[in-house]
């Protein structure tokens, strides 16, 4: 069965820095690996989406990275904002469009 | 910008009582998904719908909660009766199809909260 780590589980940054999240898997047969943002009490919006077959997805200062082989990846975020605050998922894609998802890091970006 | 709707966003219930939880995906979207989220922690796939078909339902506790489809458009998940452990938020997500690279997409979520 499928499990999805992230560490750490929360994260307090100083606005401005950049930083890391990141996410394990223990089944390296997936096809696609997420990175979702979830604000208090609401929905998920996905942020990037990676390919079994890449390596990496960009989308304005968020860049995430794929190691299938190794079962990591990791979501950078580049200049932090404090409207960068929220928990941030990763959810892997094992077969049929059904996802595993980690337990979240809950992120601060302090003004 | 089309978005998934569910209803109610709120609702608190005593324990042994039915509870039922709408969700309208986005226009045109086949496959639909209700998720199970405990508070601090991930979501959890609890079923998959192609249309008004199952697509996978094992880890929908099957004694207390079902869940219908039946024109293949809007869908219900009902819990009766209610426990105290089913206190979560539940999501309803929708995907153009059942292809690997399908993005979901997430509606707010209805929180429930049991007595």
């Known amino acids: 069965k499928q499990e999805v780590t992230q560490i750490p589980a929360a994260l307090s940054v100083p606005e401005g820095e950049n930083l890391v999240l990141n996410c394990s898997f223990t089944d390296s047969a997936i096809y696609n690996l997420q990175w979702f943002r979830q604000d208090p009490g609401k929905g998920l919006t996905s942020l990037l989406l990676?390919?079994?077959?890449?390596r990496e997805q960009t989308s304005g200062r968020l860049n995430a990275s794929l190691d299938k082989s190794s079962g990591r990846s990791t979501l950078y975020i580049a200049a932090s904002q404090p409207g960068d605050s929220a928990t941030y998922l990763c959810a892997v894609d094992n077969a049929g469009n059904m996802l595993t998802f980690g337990g979240g890091t809950r992120l601060m970006v302090k003004p | 910008e089309a978005e998934v709707a569910q209803s109610p966003r709120y609702k608190i219930t005593e324990k042994s009582q039915a509870v039922a939880f709408w969700c309208d995906p986005i226009s045109g979207h086949a496959t639909l998904y209700w998720y199970r989220q405990i508070l601090g922690q991930g979501p959890e796939l609890l079923v998959q719908f192609q249309d008004e078909s199952v697509v996978d339902d094992s880890q929908l506790p099957k004694d207390r909660f079902s869940a219908e489809r039946l024109k293949g458009v809007d869908s219900t998940l009902k819990i009766q009766p209610a426990e105290l452990g089913d206190s979560a938020m539940y999501l309803c997500?929708?995907?153009?199809?059942?292809?690997?690279?399908?993005?979901?997409?997430f509606g707010p979520g209805t929180r429930l909260l049991v007595l």
């Open positions: 990676i390919q079994s077959s890449q």
């Open positions: 997500a929708s995907s153009l199809a059942l292809a690997q690279v399908e993005t979901q997409y």
